[in-house]
T-cell receptor
Framework: GAGVSQSPSNKVTEKGKDVELRCDPISGHTALYWYRQRLGQGLEFLIYFQGNSAPDKSGLPSDRFSAERTGESVSTLTIQRTQQEDSAVYLC????????????FGSGTRLTVV | LAKTTQPISMDSYEGQEVNITCSHNNIATNDYITWYQQFPSQGPRFIIQGYKTKVTNEVASLFIPADRKSSTLSLPRVSLSDTAVYYCLVAPDTGRRALTFGSGTRLQVQP
């Protein structure tokens, strides 16, 4: 596609439920990243994919968070047993292997845990 | 990765030039300086990147002194639509890594 697409754009869930967030990267972009942004804060790195492998998952805050990617395509971020502190905007970005200027972000999924 | 320091917020008026300075005292030889812009309810987007001296594109200019320990993003004649958060990032331009974003500088442009 023309840009990075994320779905849903908004998600309200009850505490304790599982949620799945989806990211469709730009076609041909081999690298994919997930970030979390709390209200008024900067971006917090979660996980990085190169192809369908995850060489850096150091930012995942707990074992309730997991992510997978199918080939060099769609990625899903799953949060199990959601907590109120999980409320944030979850942003996905994709890029070619090289180049700091080539990161393209989606508009994010706003997750609210009530 | 080099740590960056930039002002938390800045205010300006339409038509003025805005300069946002970022400090990066421990920048490495192979690090590049990259600026991203984030509007409300959107992901960040690339503005400009440089290694040394001056870089200019249709959106902004980036000034980098010889010691490269700081850089200044210059936005000429800002408009209301330039109200956004601006992030300064310093890292090698070799991909295979995640960008590290600080809290950025929140620019508010008034009429």
């Amino acid at each position: 596609g023309a840009g990075v697409s994320q779905s849903p754009s908004n998600k309200v869930t009850e505490k304790g439920k599982d949620v799945e967030l989806r990211c469709d990267p730009i076609s041909g972009h081999t690298a994919l990243y997930w970030y979390r942004q709390r209200l008024g804060q900067g971006l917090e790195f979660l996980i990085y994919f190169q192809g369908n492998s995850a060489p850096d998952k150091s930012g995942l805050p707990s074992d309730r968070f997991s992510a997978e990617r199918t080939g060099e395509s769609v990625s899903t971020l799953t949060i199990q047993r959601t907590q109120q502190e999980d409320s944030a905007v979850y942003l996905c970005a994709s890029s070619l292997v090289r180049g700091l200027e080539g990161y393209t972000f989606g508009s994010g999924t706003r997750l609210t845990v009530v | 990765l080099a740590k960056t320091t930039q002002p938390i917020s800045m205010d300006s008026y339409e038509g003025q030039e805005v300069n946002i300075t970022c400090s990066h005292n421990n920048i490495a030889t192979n690090d590049y300086i990259t600026w991203y812009q984030q509007f409300p309810s959107q992901g960040p987007r690339f503005i400009i990147q440089g290694y040394k001296t001056k870089v200019t594109n249709e959106v902004a200019s980036l000034f980098i002194p010889a010691d490269r320990k700081s850089s200044t993003l210059s936005l000429p004649r800002v408009s209301l639509s330039d109200t956004a958060v601006y992030y300064c990032l310093v890292a090698p331009d070799t991909g295979r890594r995640a960008l590290t974003f600080g809290s950025g500088t929140r620019l508010q442009v008034q009429p």
